[in-house]
């Protein structure tokens, strides 16, 4: 079984009015996560990871002890964050479930300071990576980051919401204004109805 690009839940130009274009999702969608989902299909193929799920193979080839991490785990791991980054988004409006407003009140003092705290993680994350809501296993909800495709399953953690901060996701509409990309993002882009069913 090898993995196949979703379709954006959305049309290309979808949350242009909204601050990201057409051109850098056909960037980032048709190029960039079919790049991952190719390239992971190679990869895999004749491996002890071929029919595994997306899940099973990230946890399974990821190594905390590594600098850097093997090409199967970078791939895989970045196709499945873009398979949840894209539906994180949404081109409606999207009003903040009250479980979910009340449980980031609870664990941040405030919905602003939630923001405040994302946005940081985001734009403090040297290079390219992620910046994250986490559940921890505990069931707190805390702000993370984790470079290039590292996401929250390497640390047995429900990501909750996820911003891409590789070039690639903001350079077309922001240039090099990554925290004016990530306000947008949060002002803007959230699908805070997608983030609430997460919990």
């Known amino acids: 079984m090898s993995f196949s690009l979703p379709d954006l839940p959305y049309a290309h130009d979808a949350l242009a009015a909204k601050g990201m274009s ?14 991952y989902v190719d390239n992971g299909n190679k990869l895999i193929a004749g491996t002890e990871w071929e029919g595994k799920t997306l899940e099973a193979i990230i946890t399974g080839t990821y190594n905390k002890t590594a600098v850097a991490q093997n090409g199967i785990f970078n ?11 894209w539906e994180m988004m949404g081109p409606g409006a999207s009003a ?32 390219s990576g992620w910046c994250w809501l986490v559940k921890d296993a505990d069931g707190s909800l805390k702000v993370t980051k ?12 429900t990501a909750l919401l996820g911003c891409d ?14 925290p004016a990309y990530l306000t947008n993002f949060l002002d803007n882009l959230v699908n805070w109805e997608n983030v609430a069913s997460r919990m």
């Open 22 to 35: 057409r051109e850098t999702l056909e960037f980032h969608h048709d190029l960039h996560h079919k790049a």
């Open 75 to 85: 791939n895989i791991s970045q196709l499945w964050n873009h398979n949840q980054f």
């Open 96 to 127: 903040m479930p009250g479980a979910l407003e009340k449980a980031l009140v609870e664990s941040f003092g405030s919905v602003a300071e939630f923001k405040t705290q994302f946005a940081a993680a985001g734009a403090g994350q040297f290079g």
């Open 146 to 157: 984790t470079e290039n495709g590292v996401n929250p399953l390497c640390f047995g953690q």
């Open 165 to 178: 901060v590789w070039e690639h996701s903001y350079y077309i509409d922001y240039r090099n204004k990554r």
